[in-house]
């Protein structure tokens, strides 16, 4: 029974975040806006720097609605089994929501999902996620994650950004627009950078 509740939880809320409104996110060729942000790897704190990370090589950001929810769940859990082939690729991971930076140390440090292996980071107040030109939209009242606890902060879109080291994005992934599932932002993301990656081989 406790398990078929969790699956409903998980779908409803995977159909939340698959209906949240389509949005003019950046598009290729733009230049990425640079942000700093609380972040969390493997339940340590530290603060993310976009533009620290590009100077190492290319940047996937990918923003979701909310940790410990179906679809982010499968995501995070993607990102974390390929996190090896992106390293290969010299790309950095980070994931954004709005959750809170407590929300995230359980997340980023839970085996099931970002199992440590990549940071993900506070987007409290939307401000990155509108630099962006992600819209938010607000949690129904009484809505619960996978665990049962409720989530009382807005949904960014399902939407990842591969930003090249010169800061330009490169590649606009949305599930609203591209009609993507979770784990298919993490294979064409990885296709991308490894894409790059090869281009600079001698």
């Known amino acids: 029974m ?7 939880v998980a779908g409803a809320l995977v159909a939340l975040a698959l209906a949240l409104p389509a949005v003019a996110a950046l598009k290729t060729g733009a ?3 640079d942000f700093t942000a609380a972040a969390s790897l493997a339940g340590k704190h530290f603060t993310f720097s976009l533009g620290e990370a590009l100077k190492k090589g290319p940047v996937v950001v990918y923003f979701y609605p909310s940790a410990f929810t179906g679809g982010c769940d499968l995501e995070a859990h ?11 690729a010299g790309a950095t991971i980070i994931g ?3 959750d809170s930076i407590e929300r995230l140390d359980a997340f980023s440090a839970d085996p099931k999902y970002c199992a440590g292996k990549f940071p993900v980071a506070s987007d409290a ?3 990155v996620a509108a630099s962006y030109d992600l819209e938010t939209v607000a949690a129904k009242p009484g809505m619960k994650d996978v665990r049962g606890v ?6 960014i879109p399902r939407t990842t950004f591969v930003i090249a080291g010169d800061g330009k994005i490169v ?3 949305s599930s609203e627009t591209d009609h993507l599932r979770p784990d298919q932002h993490v294979e064409k993301s990885l296709a991308i950078v490894q894409r790059m990656q090869a281009a600079k081989a001698p």
Request: charge should be positive; proline fraction near 3%; aromatic fraction near 8%.
């Open 31 to 33: 230049t990425a806006p």
């Open 125 to 127: 107040d939307g401000k």
């Open 171 to 173: 590649a606009a992934l």
């Open 96 to 98: 954004v929501s709005a």
């Open 2 to 8: 406790k398990k078929r509740l969790a699956g409903a």
């Open 78 to 88: 993607t990102f974390a089994t390929q996190k090896d082939k992106f390293d290969a």
């Open 150 to 155: 409720e989530i009382d902060h807005v949904f």
